[in-house]
């Protein structure tokens, strides 16, 4: 029980040292609760949070997952090189004693789970889509909207899954869509943040032998 107490506990730290403080990001990841693919329920307790923690590392769009047993039983399977995410649960047991009195206590079990999108299903397998709930906080703001428009050679915007990041590859950036943001500040707040990233460009003040990571943190 305690590896597994210091296995969420090491992710989280990490996250901490990365910048991050992942209960605190201003973004939710796209609306829609993390749900085993075969038993169609949410995950519960601390397990939406990992998945999370997943899946601002990733970018994944799909909030399904499946073990890989239950990847294979779909006929399916996770692709080679992948890397699960731990999901906990707790399990009533039943003991009886000597006196035939019978007593009951939980014991944590844990295994890892993956999602839909580290797995390659039968071409005529369907993924439910469902619907995101996003109560929308986002309205323009002229101001800032003035500021991204004058910046000098802005890279461009792209607004797509559940991470926010510069490219300097390709020089872009990308961010989640601006309902997912919990209000207008954050949305413009993490998207400056890219964009002082983008600075760094070649084109601009390159600076990139100093910084590689551009990620929101």
């Known amino acids: 029980m305690s590896k597994v107490y210091e296995i969420i506990t090491n992710q989280i730290l990490d996250k901490l040292e990365q910048g991050v403080a992942p209960w605190s990001k201003p973004w939710v990841m796209n609306g829609k609760e993390h749900k085993n693919l075969i038993s169609k329920k949410p995950y519960r307790g601390i397990n939406p949070f990992m998945l999370d923690l997943t899946v601002m590392d990733e970018g994944y769009e799909s909030n399904y997952w499946v073990t890989y047993k239950q990847a294979k039983k779909l006929g399916g ?15 009533w047991v039943e003991k009886e004693d000597e006196s035939g ?16 999108e ?14 995101a709930e996003l109560p929308n906080n986002y309205s323009p703001i002229a101001e800032a909207e003035n500021i991204i428009s004058n910046m000098p050679k802005r890279p461009e915007i792209r607004h ?11 020089d872009d950036v990308t961010m989640p869509n601006e309902s997912q943001f919990k209000g207008s500040e954050e949305y413009y707040s993490t998207l400056f943040h890219e964009l002082a990233h983008a600075t760094g460009h070649a084109s601009r003040l390159g600076r990139f032998h100093k910084n590689h990571n551009h990620s929101f943190g």
Do not use: M
């Open 118 to 131: 580290q797995c390659d299903f039968p071409a005529d397998f369907q993924i439910p889509n469902d619907e």
């Open 101 to 116: 009195d019978v007593s009951r206590f939980p014991i944590l079990r844990y295994y890892k789970v993956f999602n839909t």
């Open 160 to 170: 797509h899954g559940n991470r926010a990041y510069y490219r300097p590859s390709i």
């Open 77 to 91: 399977h996770v692709r080679k090189g992948e890397t699960g995410t731990l999901i906990v649960f707790w399990k």
